[in-house]
C-alpha cells in the first residue's frame, strides 16, 4: 500500500527550530516530487514548499522562504522540512503529499503532525 | 498569491444535490486551468476527488464532478450522503510550482 508518515512535531518556543519527517512506502520515492501542506487551527490548508523528484529544486511560499529548507534523501525514502525561526503563526498540522504529476494534483497525503510554537 | 475564495460552509439534505465554488484571479486560474479539490476528513489526510478542473481519480463517486467558468471553479455533490460530510478544498497550481489552496468550505448534511 502507498504510504506517507509524518513525524517530528511537537512544542517548541519561538524562535527555536523544528524538523519533520515524511516517510515513504509503496511507491518509487525517488521518481515524485513532495510537498508540505499546512492546516493552522481553525484556518484553511496553506501550500508551504515543495521540492523535485531529485532535490534539485526547492521552492518555498513567501510566508516561510528564508526559515523553511525541504530536502529529501532518495535513499531513505524519505523527505524532511527543517524549520527555523519559529513563530507562533506557524502552529499547524504539517502534511505532507506526493505531487502527480499526470494529474497536477497531490494524490497521497500523510495524516499529518501537530506543530505548536508556544512559550 | 491570496487564497482563493470559497463560501465558509454549504449544507444539504440526503439526496439533494449542493455545489462549491471556488474564486480566483486570471492569474490564478487563467493560464494553466490546474484546479483539484480535496476532501478532509478531522484525523486524516486530504484526499484528491478532482483534478484539472473535472477529471475524477479511480475510484472517486461519480457523485462528485468538477467544472470550470472565467475564473471560477466548481464543485458538485449529487445525490448528498451521510459520508460526504467534511471539508472541501480547491487548489491551483499557478506557476513557478507555486500551489494556492481556497480557504475551505464546510459541507454539512442536514
Known amino acids: 500500500q502507498v504510504h506517507l508518515v509524518e513525524s517530528g512535531g511537537g512544542v517548541v518556543q519561538p524562535g527555536k527550530a523544528l524538523r519533520l519527517s515524511c516517510a515513504a512506502s509503496g511507491f518509487t520515492f525517488s521518481h515524485f516530487g513532495i510537498h508540505w501542506v499546512r492546516q493552522a487551527p481553525g484556518k484553511g490548508l496553506e501550500w508551504v514548499a515543495a521540492i523535485s523528484y531529485d532535490a534539485t529544486n526547492e521552492y518555498y511560499a513567501a510566508s516561510v522562504k528564508g526559515r523553511f529548507t525541504i530536502s529529501r534523501d532518495n535513499s531513505k525514502d524519505t523527505a524532511y522540512l527543517q524549520m527555523d525561526s519559529l513563530g507562533t503563526e506557524d502552529t499547524a498540522i504539517y502534511f505532507c503529499a506526493k505531487e502527480n504529476t499526470v494529474m497536477f494534483a497531490f494524490d497521497i497525503w500523510g495524516q499529518g503532525t501537530m506543530v505548536t510554537v508556544s512559550s | 498569491q491570496s487564497a482563493l475564495t470559497q463560501p465558509a460552509s454549504v449544507s444539504g439534505s440526503p439526496g439533494q444535490s449542493i455545489a462549491i465554488s471556488c474564486t480566483g484571479t486570471s492569474s490564478d486560474f487563467g ?10 476528513r478531522p484525523g486524516k489526510g486530504p484526499k484528491v476527488i478532482i483534478y484539472e478542473g473535472s477529471r475524477r481519480p479511480s475510484g472517486v463517486s461519480n457523485r462528485f464532478s468538477g467544472s470550470m467558468s472565467g475564473n471560477t471553479a466548481s464543485l458538485t455533490i449529487s445525490g448528498l450522503q451521510p459520508e460526504d460530510e467534511a471539508d472541501y478544498y480547491c487548489c491551483s497550481y499557478v506557476g513557478s510550482s507555486v500551489w494556492i489552496f481556497g ?5 454539512t448534511v442536514l
Open chain 2, 31 to 40: 493560464t494553466y486551468n490546474l484546479v483539484s479539490w480535496y476532501q478532509l
Open chain 2, 103 to 107: 480557504g475551505g468550505t464546510k459541507l
